[in-house]
């Protein structure tokens, strides 16, 4: 038994993620909602993107941590990013957290408008699965 990642053929090959997630019925599916870049208080904790967006990372592992799960248990990512903030420096300050062993992980990313928390330029959530034993 095993979580299976896809890169099919016929679709653009990318490092950077995946296209397909098969999730076998025996694994614990856990969903991680939208997490900002904020502190414990709620508090945004910088207006630099590459700060909120290791710290929305950061808020996901706490989540996972919480269920049983990694960040290395991630098998898609929902990424929000608000229009005109450097999309570069915000990956690249969370690259690093969202490597794994194997094929990458599913990643859907959009840039919108704003984000419901004031001050917040990206917002991140995660689905995780955990196999049994």
């Known amino acids: 038994m095993e979580l299976t ?9 990318s490092p950077a993620f995946s296209h397909v997630a ?11 909602g ?3 870049g904020i502190d414990q208080t709620g508090a945004v904790v910088s207006d630099d993107v590459a700060e909120q967006s290791r710290r ?3 808020n996901v592992a ?3 941590a ?31 957290k969202l490597a794994r062993d194997g094929a990458p992980p599913l990643v859907t990313a959009a840039v919108v408008a704003g984000l419901g928390v004031p001050g917040a330029l990206i917002e991140v959530a995660a689905v995780a699965a955990v196999l049994p034993g």
């Open 5 to 13: 990642l896809l890169q099919p053929e016929g679709l653009v090959a």
């Open 22 to 32: 098969v999730v076998p019925p025996q694994a614990t599916t856990i969903y991680v």
């Open 34 to 36: 939208g997490q900002n």
């Open 56 to 58: 929305a990372v950061d």
């Open 62 to 64: 706490t989540a996972l």
């Open 66 to 96: 919480a269920a049983g799960a990694s960040l290395g248990d991630v098998i898609t990512w929902t990424v929000l990013i608000k229009e005109g903030v450097d999309l570069g420096a915000a990956y690249g300050a969370i690259a690093p």
